[in-house]
């Protein structure tokens, strides 16, 4: 093996590795809610972390779309510095009882729209902090969320948990489990009025984890070709 070849193989092994792991990991940048898992009838207070996608503009809108038929009675947002933020109310399709209460009327939605010159930059991520309650007694919530850009793109964020089992390429939304457990990647745990709920350990099949395992054997057949062509000087000095 001549010396070009050589630095042509290992190059492409680097390249391998780079690749083996930035691609699960862009995998993964969507949008989140943490905690994602709640008691019922009680207050959480939830994190929506949206990550910029785009390498060249901005977010600048985040609209967060909950639900009608388990609607939350109490919605309060915290501030953002560089944001501006409001919750629109809305009559719902049919009346709801919470809590022995004829419910007729709630929020339905939490936005937040960047102040001029301000956004999410590529590269960046921003957390925008709710308080929802009362949580509704059921297996979960899914709460898409609509993400915009400075150029205009529009990633809705609505695939639900089915959806996205079915088929990997749709934009998952978040969701909050109640009763029923998270799924193996809900960033999971408890951040509610009551006691928390640990979070599922992790079995390793994660983005990361498959990431980390390609590396590895790109590594691997990089040291096996570097052998090789040791054995092979090694055989040319003795000829």
Known sequence: MSRNTLSRV???IGAGVVAAVAI???ASAHVTIDPG?????????????????????????LDIHLPTD??????RYEPVP???GSITRTTLPQPVEVSGNTITEAATEVSFRADPGKGIDP???????????RVPDVGSVVIPVTQTYSDGTVVEWSATPEQTAA??????APVLYV??????DAHGGSDTTTAPVAAPASDGSGPVALGLSIAALVIAAGGALLAAFAVGRRRKGRA
């Not at 388990?70 to 919605?75: A, D, K, M, N, Y």
């Not at 590269?123 to 309650?133: A, C, N």
């Open 37 to 61: 898992q709640a008691d019922a009838g009680g207050y959480a207070y939830v994190t929506f972390r949206a990550p910029n996608e785009s390498e060249t503009a901005s977010t600048v809108g």
């Open 167 to 172: 088929d990997d390429t749709l934009d998952p």
């Open 82 to 84: 560089g944001w501006t």
């Open 70 to 75: 388990t609607p939350f009675t109490s919605v």
């Open 179 to 184: 009763d029923d457990a998270p799924a193996g």
């Open 123 to 133: 590269g960046e991520l921003q957390r925008f902090v709710l308080s929802l309650g």
């Open 24 to 26: 699960p990991l862009a």
């Open 10 to 12: 290992l190059a492409g």
